[in-house]
């Protein structure tokens, strides 16, 4: 796949992928694992110009975080459904991603993720559905958020709830960020916290 501007690999049954080249023309993974549902990982390969990789994980059902590299998606700018599915995925080691603008449903039933790192989504825009139903996401650690987003159905308490507002950007008009479904969503204040560019209070709108 040396040089080639998009790659996608509709392959079932693959386990590992031993070799895959590619080169920085790398601009779109879109698909490109999706659905790979056998698939637990594969060696580090170039994404230094990629652009969009949306559902580039998308359904892979047997992913192990232990056999994935650590890419850096630092040019990225859509993700939309990134790892929507991923059930065996506990963590997420990559960095990047910080020039994100689109990321709905990015971590969508993701049901074995425990934390996701501190990674900056200062830039993006809209963040709708971005990890719900996550059912093993007790910590989240990103920062910068500065769109409507929804956590909801996760299993964070009142101190990772906390933790999550107070990581939240400074938005330039109001925005909601939903957490109903959480274990410690009544005690984090509200149900769906809302903040403000001046002051990223919690408030009790929409409960």
């Known amino acids: 796949m040396t040089g080639v501007q998009t790659c996608a690999l509709p392959i079932s049954g ?4 031993g070799t895959l080249t590619t080169t920085s023309n790398l ?12 698939l637990e990982g594969m060696p580090l390969f170039d994404v230094s110009n990629v652009i969009t990789s949306t ?3 998308s359904g892979c059902t047997n992913l192990k975080a232990e056999s994935l590299p650590a890419f850096n998606f ?11 599915g991923c059930y065996s995925l506990v963590s997420i080691p ?21 934390s996701l790192p501190a990674l900056n989504f200062a830039n993006a825009t ?10 093993s996401l007790g910590n989240v650690a990103i920062t910068g ?14 101190s990772a709830l906390e933790t999550l507002f107070t990581n939240l950007g400074s938005p330039a008009t109001t ?15 509200s149900k769906t916290a809302t903040w403000t560019a001046t002051n990223k209070k919690i408030g009790r709108a929409h409960v």
């Open 27 to 38: 601009q779109y993974t879109a698909s490109m694992f999706q659905s790979c549902t056998t």
């Open 145 to 158: 958020i500065r769109a409507t987003t929804d956590f909801s159905n996760n299993l964070m308490g009142q």
């Open 175 to 189: 925005q909601t960020i939903t957490i109903t479904g959480n274990y410690g969503a009544d005690t984090a204040v």
């Open 14 to 17: 693959l386990n590992t992928i």
């Open 74 to 84: 630092a040019n990225v700018t859509t993700a939309t459904t990134m790892f929507t």
């Open 126 to 135: 809209t963040l709708t559905t971005f990890a719900t139903t996550c059912n």
């Open 55 to 57: 559902a580039m994980f």
């Open 94 to 114: 990559m960095t990047g991603f910080s020039k994100v603008t689109v990321a709905t449903s990015m971590f969508n039933t993701a049901n074995s993720i425990t």
